[in-house]
């Protein structure tokens, strides 16, 4: 690590820079690498599997002496030929991120920014959540011994909460919104001296979640896909799946990039709804100091992605817009629909959030933006089990029959 830029007006920082936010126009940090170092040492990964993220050193801004206390990252990419015949493609994959400790991809996040937070002394770290980064953080700063505060909607779904609860975080659910208990957090967080790793705020954030694309790209010998298909709600894990590209490419390891494609519900749709106003413009040159992300009202089935004021907005933009990707919006029922389709078709269980990405490719080939041929991977970035109550909405509730084998003859009828 070499310093910070900031997202949208490029000023720098150096690497001592405490500071979360850009001083002079308040945007979010990017992190800065040094990348000779990587393009040596990245390449001696390939035809392994890695340990955990912090196999990728090189490119972490963050050093650990010892073996983290959990396994983070290193999930598996699936090949699901099945779904993808179902979907109309022929090289579809899915990245398993509910196989990380606390069952989402916010794990990545967590472990950088709490490695962070125990590099500066912190002994406390806050977090704003609309669940899953709130149980990652809790599972992790109990793995540390470190304090956690987490500040959650009210609304949260109650595996999230009890899993926050079990973990032994200080649970506050706020009365109001996901963005009613980012602010919240926020200003505790300066008023209690807590370290604040609520996502995209914290620049530590992006450069765990991008660990993601490292492992797909040694998964798949050394290349990327055509696509890479994410849930966006902050934007933070689609900022960190583009950074993870234009990390291997200016270490000179890879020539071609992805396009990165947002899933979005039509109910909380502000990243897509900026990439499109954005594309009416076709200037050649953007000031993306003077970039507005749209605020929605925010009111979707998939909690996960459920953000009126999208914290890594501009980052998130520019994922899509510079990787040539698409923004794309689905109604909540295809959401759901996801849900079975990808579980009966490969045995991946996904959260709401998590199915939207295959939602997505879906009406993609329905609109004919790719092609059956082109090779894409879904980000899974939660289990099924963060939200039953919403799986059952689409898969229903078993049928009830007495112990006797005659009920069995009859429901085979
Ligand atoms: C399972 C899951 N998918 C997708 C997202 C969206 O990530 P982001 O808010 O960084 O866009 C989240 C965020 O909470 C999540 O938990
Ligand atoms: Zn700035």
Known sequence: MIGYSCIACAETQPAEYDGFLCPACGNNLDILY??????????????????????????????????????????????????????????????????????????????????????????????????????????LAAALGLGAVVFVPESAPVPKLTQLLSYGARVLAVRGSYDDAFELCLAASEEFGWFNRSTGHNPFTREGKKTCTYEIWQALGGELPDRIVVAVGDGNIISGIWKGCRDLHAAGLIERMPRIDAAQSESSAAISRTVHKLRQDKSDTRDWTSVEIDEVEAHTVADSIAVNRPRDGIAAVKAVIESGGEAVTVPDSEILEAIPQMSRLTGVFPEPAAAAPLAAVKRMRADKSIDVDESVVCIVSGSGLKDVGRAAEIVGNPIIIEPSLEAVRKCLR
């Open 34 to 139: 040094d990348y000779a170092a990587a393009a040596e040492a990245f390449p001696r990964q390939l035809g392994s599997s890695p340990v955990d993220i912090f196999d990728f050193a090189e490119l972490l801004p963050v050093f650990r002496k010892t073996p983290f206390p959990l396994r983070i990252g290193a999930t598996p990419l699936y090949a699901a030929p099945r779904l993808g015949e179902s979907a109309g493609l022929a090289n579809l994959y899915l990245k398993d991120e509910s196989c990380n400790p606390s069952a989402s991809i916010k794990d990545r996040a967590s472990a950088i920014a709490l490695q962070r937070a125990l590099e500066t002394g912190a002994g406390v770290v806050a977090v704003a959540s609309t669940g899953n980064a709130g149980s990652s953080t809790a599972c």
